[in-house]
């Protein structure tokens, strides 16, 4: 009986699993040599004025600059960073190329917007992220006005004491807070005005809604009439066609990002579009409504 719940319990050890494992492990394992190798770069995405098209804001999002694969896209190993913890090092690692980044663009005297920085709920439950901002915000003399957090839904929900003393401690800094992905998790409205965030992202997939009748529109109306009464504004992300942008500059949308706008770019190509500060296409410009 004895060698035969051996045998079961070994069964167990499935080939399939074990080469699964092995697998994780090794992701996991180059992912972290990556961390440690320094092959991670931040690709920059404008947010613009949703009625002129000026430059607002950029957000920074993460690319691993593979030596074989070339560039992985952070779908591709964010997951895996956030279930192994690594995040917690590759978060910091984003921080501080968003500061030096913006030191440089300082040092060119290129015309400054905030950049925007994605962060995990991970994230909070190691050491103090508000420290760490004010570290390196200090180290590359980077005011907190050029600073911005993206935070998920997950952020919000609950009462976790911690968080909510960080997000306090950063919000007093003067860095603004902002709810990413917004309709996709189950936060309520009262719950971001709890947390005092300063602008409400809502998620792609409703910004594609607006191409298929009234119902995308409608629930544009809704939230971006329940924001500005809580004093939040409203982004748009995702709008890849002017139709979209015509829908949420009549909805008074604030800000929109998307492809239709820019993708992201690599650093050296944003400074020109800091430069040039108007970003709408041509075409888009002259339609526009005159402000005042
Ligand atoms: P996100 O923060 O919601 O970023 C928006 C994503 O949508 C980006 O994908 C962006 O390239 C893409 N996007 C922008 N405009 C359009 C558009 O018009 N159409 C479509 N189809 N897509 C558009 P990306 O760069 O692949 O990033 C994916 C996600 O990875 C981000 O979603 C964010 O959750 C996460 N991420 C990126 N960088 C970081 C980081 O530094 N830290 C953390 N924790 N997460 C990050
Ligand atoms: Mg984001
Ligand atoms: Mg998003
Ligand atoms: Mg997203």
Redesign the pocket.
């Known amino acids: 009986a004895a060698k035969e719940n051996g045998k079961a319990s070994y069964q167990f050890f499935q080939p399939q699993l074990s080469q699964n494992l092995i697998g994780r492990l090794n992701s996991e394992q180059a992912l972290r040599a990556a961390i440690d190798g320094d092959e991670f770069e931040l690709h920059y995405q404008p947010r613009v004025d949703a009625a002129s098209g000026e430059l607002r804001s950029m ?1 920074a999002l993460v690319r691993w600059m593979h030596p074989q694969r070339g560039m992985v896209p952070p779908d591709e190993f964010i997951p895996l960073a956030e279930e192994t913890g690594l995040i917690v090092k590759l978060g910091e690692l984003v921080i501080e190329k968003a500061c030096s980044q913006l030191a440089r663009w300082k040092a060119e005297n290129l015309p400054l917007v905030p950049v ?1 920085i ?1 962060v995990s709920p991970r994230q909070f439950n190691h050491g103090n992220i508000a420290e760490l901002f004010v570290w390196h915000m200090k180290l590359h003399g980077i005011d907190p006005s050029l600073v911005e957090i ?1 935070l998920t839904e997950s952020c919000m929900m609950g009462d976790d004491q911690a968080i909510s003393e960080q997000l306090a401690a950063i919000k007093s800094l003067g860095v603004k807070l902002l709810i ?2 917004f309709g996709t998790g189950y936060s309520s409205l009262s719950q971001l005005q709890r947390r005092d965030l300063d602008i409400l ?1 809502v998620d792609k997939a409703f910004t594609s809604t607006l191409d298929s009748g009234k119902e995308g529109e409608v629930f544009f109306m809704a939230i971006i009439s329940m924001a500005h009464v809580l004093n939040m504004s409203v982004v748009a992300e995702g709008v890849e066609t002017l139709e979209q942008l015509r829908v949420l500059q009549a909805l008074s949308c604030n800000e929109v990002q998307g492809y239709f706008v820019s993708r992201p770019l690599p650093a050296g190509e944003i400074s020109q579009l800091m430069r040039k500060r108007y970003l709408f296409p041509e075409a888009c410009v002259a339609l526009r409504s005159t402000p005042g």
């Open positions: 957000e925007s994605n993206e990413d992905d992202k």
